[in-house]
Protein backbone atom coordinates (compact mmCIF):
# COMPACT_ATOMS: atom_id res chain seq x y z
CA UNK A 1 0.00 0.00 0.00
CA UNK A 2 1.57 3.68 -1.07
CA UNK A 3 2.11 5.84 1.50
CA UNK A 4 0.29 9.46 2.09
CA UNK A 5 2.63 11.41 0.00
CA UNK A 6 3.37 8.46 -2.51
CA UNK A 7 1.50 11.00 -5.14
CA UNK A 8 3.60 13.73 -4.10
CA UNK A 9 6.35 11.96 -4.98
CA UNK A 10 5.70 10.65 -7.97
CA UNK A 11 4.54 13.95 -9.30
CA UNK A 12 8.45 14.96 -8.14
CA UNK A 13 9.39 12.18 -9.80
CA UNK A 14 8.24 12.64 -13.20
CA UNK A 15 8.95 16.53 -13.35
CA UNK A 16 12.83 15.57 -12.54
CA UNK A 17 12.35 13.00 -15.29
CA UNK A 18 10.89 15.31 -17.55
CA UNK A 19 14.00 17.91 -16.60
CA UNK A 20 16.46 15.21 -17.23
CA UNK A 21 14.67 14.27 -20.54
CA UNK A 22 15.37 17.66 -21.82
CA UNK A 23 19.12 17.96 -20.64
CA UNK A 24 19.30 14.50 -22.35
CA UNK A 25 17.86 15.92 -25.90
CA UNK A 26 19.78 19.45 -25.71
CA UNK A 27 23.03 18.77 -27.18
CA UNK A 28 21.07 17.58 -30.19
CA UNK A 29 18.76 20.43 -30.69
CA UNK A 30 19.59 23.65 -33.05
CA UNK A 31 21.09 26.57 -31.35
CA UNK A 32 17.82 28.88 -31.59
CA UNK A 33 15.75 26.30 -29.73
CA UNK A 34 17.99 25.87 -27.07
CA UNK A 35 17.21 29.09 -24.99
CA UNK A 36 13.46 28.02 -25.01
CA UNK A 37 14.47 24.51 -23.81
CA UNK A 38 16.20 26.22 -21.31
CA UNK A 39 13.48 28.17 -20.09
CA UNK A 40 11.38 25.06 -19.83
CA UNK A 41 13.90 23.43 -17.78
CA UNK A 42 13.87 26.26 -15.35
CA UNK A 43 10.40 26.68 -15.20
CA UNK A 44 10.08 22.82 -14.35
CA UNK A 45 12.64 23.24 -11.66
CA UNK A 46 10.77 25.95 -9.64
CA UNK A 47 7.73 23.42 -9.73
CA UNK A 48 10.02 21.25 -7.93
CA UNK A 49 10.51 24.36 -5.12
CA UNK A 50 7.93 24.70 -2.41
CA UNK A 51 7.35 27.35 -0.25
CA UNK A 52 5.56 27.11 3.23
CA UNK A 53 3.91 30.42 4.88
CA UNK A 54 2.18 30.80 7.89
CA UNK A 55 0.85 34.01 9.40
CA UNK A 56 -0.55 33.52 13.34
CA UNK A 57 -2.39 36.14 15.71
CA UNK A 58 -2.22 35.33 19.52
CA UNK A 59 -4.10 37.19 21.84
CA UNK A 60 -2.29 36.75 25.33
CA UNK A 61 -5.30 36.39 28.24
CA UNK A 62 -2.75 37.14 30.92
CA UNK A 63 -0.15 39.54 30.84
CA UNK A 64 2.65 41.15 33.25
CA UNK A 65 2.08 44.68 33.78
CA UNK A 66 3.65 45.64 30.49
CA UNK A 67 3.54 42.64 28.60
CA UNK A 68 2.19 42.31 25.06
CA UNK A 69 -1.71 42.05 24.81
CA UNK A 70 -1.22 40.30 21.16
CA UNK A 71 1.88 38.47 19.65
CA UNK A 72 1.91 38.17 15.78
CA UNK A 73 4.21 35.29 14.44
CA UNK A 74 5.09 34.94 10.77
CA UNK A 75 7.06 31.73 9.39
CA UNK A 76 8.55 31.50 5.71
CA UNK A 77 9.71 28.09 4.74
CA UNK A 78 11.69 26.78 1.85
CA UNK A 79 11.15 23.17 1.36
CA UNK A 80 13.64 20.92 -0.93
CA UNK A 81 12.33 17.76 -2.48
CA UNK A 82 14.65 15.08 -2.68
Same mark, same amino acid.
Given at each position: ???????????????????????????????? /??????????? #? =?? %? +??? &?????????? /??????????? #? =?? %? +??? &????
Amino acid at each position: MPGPCQRLQDEVDNIEQEIQDLLDALPELPPA /ARAAVMRQIAR #L =RL %Q +LRA &LNTQLQAFYN /AATPDFGPNWQ #L =RF %Q +LQF &LFPR
